[in-house]
C-alpha cells in the first residue's frame, strides 16, 4: 500500500486561519495578460480579512518590480517587497555557500543580476574567473556561452539552477523552458543543481524569511511544482483549478503531490473547507457521492462544483493507495467553472 494523503477540511476560512498566503502566479492570479476570474476580488478581501500576500514565481527573468507593476495593472494591490523570485532564492543560496564579492557566472537573464549583487556577490560573464555559476531562463542565451558552461560545470564549478520548470506559456504557445536547459546540461556534466524554485525548498524557504511566516499557506495551479513544493515544506496547499490541473491529474496524483484543499478558484481563501466522509473508496460531501466501481470513478447526486472535485479527490486517491493504480474515469467529466458570480451548483447522474 502506498503512503496516502487526503484532504483536510478547516472550520476557519484560509484566510483567518493562515497568515501568509504564498501564491503562484500563472494559472492562478493571471492568466496571460488578464486576471483570473474573481481573482482581484478575493485576493482584496483576504487581505481585509488579515491574511498577507506574497506573489512568488519560479521565473528569474523578471525583477520584483517588473512583476508588481504587471500584478497592479490588473488592479491588485502589489509592491516589490511583496514578490519573491527564483533569482532571489537562487542569491540566497550562493550567498550562503560564498563569501562576499565571491563571483558567480550569471547564464541568465538580467533579473538575476540584481539579487546576486543585492546578495554582495560579483556577477561575471561565463568565460572570467568565478567561484559558482547559476542559470536561469533567457531567452537571448547564445550557443556558445552554454558550451562553455557545460565543460565549467562538468570540471567542478558549483552550479545553481534558478527552476527546473520543462515548459512555460509563451504567447505562441507552449515553449521550452529553463528546465531543458538544465537537463542538458545535467547530462553532459553528470551532475546534479542545487535548485532554487519550486518544487524545491530555497523558495519558499526565502519566502517564509521575507514575510515572517508561521502559518503559510502555499496556493497553486500546478501539481508538480506548487503542490508539491508546498508538500516539501511541510506546509498546507491549497490547488486551485484555474489553471493546468484537471480531472486526470488530480485522480492520479501522487501522495507527495497532493493538495491540503482543492478550490475553483481564489474565493477559496475565503471560505470554510468541509473534508469528504469516507468509506474505503466511497467518499460522500454536500450532497455527493463518488465510488470505485470496478476499477471506474463514478458520481452521483448534486451539489456544488468544489464538493464535486473533494470527493472525486477523495475517492481517487483512496483507489489508489490501496490497489496502487490509478482508477479510471471512463466517461466521467469535470463540471463547468463557476463563473464570476461563484457558487456554482450541478447536477450528476
Known amino acids: 500500500m502506498l503512503n496516502g494523503h487526503q484532504l483536510k477540511g478547516s472550520d476557519q476560512a484560509l484566510a483567518s486561519a493562515h497568515d501568509v498566503a504564498m501564491l503562484d502566479l500563472d494559472g492562478v492570479v493571471y492568466i496571460g495578460r488578464a486576471a483570473v476570474p474573481r ?41 516589490a517587497e511583496d514578490v519573491v523570485t527564483s533569482a532571489q532564492a537562487a542569491a540566497r543560496v550562493l550567498a550562503e555557500r560564498l563569501e562576499p564579492g565571491a563571483k558567480v557566472v550569471n547564464l541568465g537573464a538580467a533579473g538575476l543580476s540584481e539579487p546576486l549583487e543585492a546578495a554582495g556577490l560579483v556577477p561575471v560573464a561565463v568565460d572570467e574567473d568565478a567561484e559558482a555559476i547559476v542559470t536561469g531562463y533567457n531567452p537571448e542565451l547564445l ?59 530555497p523558495l519558499l524557504e526565502e519566502t517564509i524569511r521575507r514575510t515572517g511566516a508561521e502559518h503559510p499557506l502555499m496556493v497553486g495551479d500546478r501539481l508538480d511544482t506548487d503542490i508539491e513544493g508546498g508538500r516539501n515544506m511541510g506546509i498546507d496547499t491549497l490547488l486551485v483549478l484555474t489553471g493546468v490541473t484537471g480531472l486526470e491529474e488530480i485522480v492520479a496524483a501522487e501522495p507527495e503531490r497532493r493538495p491540503t484543499y482543492i478550490s475553483s478558484d481564489l474565493g477559496g481563501l475565503l471560505e470554510t473547507h468541509q473534508a469528504p466522509e469516507s468509506d474505503g473508496t466511497t467518499a460522500r ?10 476499477g471506474e470513478l463514478q458520481v452521483s447526486g448534486d451539489g456544488a462544483t468544489d464538493d464535486w472535485w473533494r470527493v472525486v479527490a477523495t475517492s481517487a486517491w483512496a483507489h489508489v493507495d490501496a490497489t496502487g493504480s490509478v482508477v479510471s474515469i471512463g466517461a466521467l467529466a469535470a463540471p463547468p467553472r463557476p463563473d464570476a458570480d461563484g457558487g456554482a451548483v450541478v447536477s450528476g447522474t
Open 143 to 201: 550557443w556558445k556561452d552554454i558550451l562553455r558552461a557545460a565543460v565549467r560545470i562538468k570540471d567542478g564549478l558549483f552550479w545553481v539552477a534558478s527552476n527546473t520548470d520543462m515548459t512555460f506559456p509563451a504567447a505562441y504557445g507552449i515553449a521550452p523552458g529553463h528546465g531543458v536547459l538544465v537537463d542538458t546540461l545535467r547530462r553532459f556534466a553528470n551532475v546534479e543543481p542545487v535548485v532554487a524554485g519550486k518544487p524545491s525548498k
Open 39 to 79: 481573482a482581484p476580488e478575493s485576493l482584496a478581501a483576504a487581505r481585509e480579512a488579515g491574511l498577507r500576500l506574497a506573489f512568488i514565481t519560479n521565473n528569474a527573468a523578471r525583477p520584483p518590480q517588473k512583476v508588481a507593476a504587471n500584478i497592479r495593472d490588473l488592479e491588485i494591490e502589489a509592491t
Open 285 to 294: 460531501l454536500g450532497g455527493w457521492t463518488a465510488e470505485v466501481r470496478d
